[in-house]
């Protein structure tokens, strides 16, 4: 077996896949901008979820709304029916405008619909890691049941992680990182996780071959020259997240 072919085995999924839904072309974490990165071509997509303040999954990346909406206060503190108001797309563009924040049961019908295999990351509010663990976990449970490909439910918080686990072990996981600890090991091994989920920054060919000898796939953020997604995939990443969407497209070799 070529290395390759072992990469595939290990990863058997998408190995391009866009960062928050569409990269740089669409607000982020918004249905609009899962729908754009497939119509690019692209089979998978990463995007973020939190809980509300009523406990439902959305989409967000900060703990706040300032920055991507037109609401204010803070995501764990803002009921659902609240959020679902607010405006997601008008900070980006004007032809966004209108563009709601998401429930995380939206974006997998859509990701569904689409075809699309997705890197849910897990991203608790301050506080709220176990909560919001469990809670993706079971939503993933429920709404990506019967799908061709689970999602890797991946996350900063081993907290969320463990939680995640214990509620739905049978889900794929992800550790993510923004650095690599010296006992990354031990943690993949007691989180069971399927693949490490790196700052690209983060990694060398020999850490990569490490990782890989220990029987675990790699996914680098974000990968945004196509010169560094060539070095990466030398050293056989299995998977690179990207911003640039129509510079490392979904057949990028
Ligand atoms: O999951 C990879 C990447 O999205 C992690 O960083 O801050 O963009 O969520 P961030
Ligand atoms: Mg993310």
């Given at each position: 077996m070529t290395p390759r072919a072992e990469s595939q085995v290990r990863w058997p999924r998408p190995r391009v896949v866009a960062h928050r839904g569409g990269g740089r072309l669409?607000?982020?974490?918004t249905l609009a901008a899962i729908r754009l990165g497939a119509r690019m071509g692209f089979r998978g997509v990463e995007f973020d979820v939190m809980l509300a303040g009523c406990g439902t999954p959305v989409l967000i990346h900060d703990e706040t709304l300032k920055r991507t909406s037109n609401g204010r206060g803070e995501v764990a503190r803002t009921p659902y029916a609240e959020l679902a108001r607010l405006d997601a797309g008008a900070w980006f563009s004007r032809s966004y405008r209108g563009e709601p924040i998401p429930a995380y049961e939206d974006a997998v019908r859509v990701c569904r619909e689409l075809g699309l295999w997705a890197n849910v990351e897990i991203k608790p509010s301050t506080g709220y890691d176990r909560r919001t663990g469990e809670a993706v976990a079971l939503a993933s449970r429920a709404r990506w049941a019967g799908a061709p490909q689970p999602p890797v439910l991946s996350s900063f918080s081993t907290v969320a992680l463990a939680a995640a686990r214990s509620v739905a072990p049978e889900l794929p996981r992800g550790l993510l990182v923004g650095r690599i600890p010296p006992h990354w090991h031990e943690l993949m091994r007691d989180l069971d996780c399927v693949a490490l989920h790196c700052n690209?920054?983060?990694?060398?060919a020999r850490l990569a071959a490490r990782i890989h000898d220990a029987g675990y796939g790699i996914l680098t953020w974000t990968v945004n020259e196509r010169r560094t997604a060539r070095k990466l995939l030398g050293w056989g990443v299995d998977c690179l997240v990207t911003d640039a969407l129509g510079t490392i497209g979904p057949s990028f070799r």
């Open positions: 669409a607000p982020e974490n690209h920054r983060a990694l060398n």
